[in-house]
């Protein structure tokens, strides 16, 4: 299929459903099962399809959601970006028509981890704690070094070649090999349909999401999976000694960041791109270990949260 010649998102994956939440329609798959609903947030670009590895591997033991926000995969087209608190209210609207009740615990990787966390920040009742992988943070900008800080609409000034497509291509190619085929296969002709467009498009109010967050620590208990190793695909637009740099700043972020009794660890081996993709065994792991972590947040004295930037 030609990369710029689009998918009808009129035809559904080969499971789950479309579901109407204000006025257009969320591709959404669901599975029932003891609580909390685990709901899962891929990063700019990506699917919830991208996420089946960690999803399918939750599923026996636990309630899960996945699916496509607005302007992404199959759900109806939108103007973007978008701010964070839309993404939460429209995650909102999800959850009730799907009539997923109580508190539900989130699954966000890169960007869908800033959506996670003002969800977290607007809905705190409805947050039983957060899975974040490799997420974006609020102080991202204060604590990069400033030659990699991100200037307003940054995003719009990547020029994507063909040469990005084409490796692009060979990576998704690469971390969806063992996906099941006819997943498979979905996934990789939507993201060839694509052409590397709906993640820069996502991603350029940057600084503004940044805004929303606020500085202060994650709005609920919260496992954080840091990525360990350097990113093929970021490395195509910066230097490997910077997105070291990057890695550090951002483990001191995260752990500045972690509420008291939550958990950060690094995965050595894992890229940003792919911790989400790769790593289902270690998101599952870090699901349960955040039973603990919520339970122990339970005991802490009330009034020791934060007010988040509204």
Known sequence: MDPETPIDTAAPPPLGRFVEVDGRRLWVDMREGPGPCVVFLPGSGDVGLDLWRAYDRIAPSRAGVIYDRGGTGWSSSVALPRTAAAVAEELEGLLRALRVEGAVV???HSLGGAYAQRFAQLYPGRVAGMVLLDPVHGAWNE???DRLRIAVNASSTVVVTDEHRAAARRWRDAVTA???PEIRHHVRERHRSDALRTGPREGANFTEILDELGT?????PTVVLQ????????????????LRLQLDALRHMYATALPEGSILRELSTATHSDIALRFAEDVADAVSDLD????GAADQPAGTGHEPRR
């Open 216 to 220: 202060g620590p994650f709005a609920a």
């Open 227 to 242: 990525a360990g190793a350097i990113d093929p695909l970021q490395a195509q637009f910066r230097s490997v000694g910077d």
């Open 143 to 145: 604590a990069m070094p």
């Open 292 to 295: 603990a972590v919520v339970a």
């Open 178 to 180: 063992d996906l099941p």
């Open 106 to 108: 989130l699954v966000g």
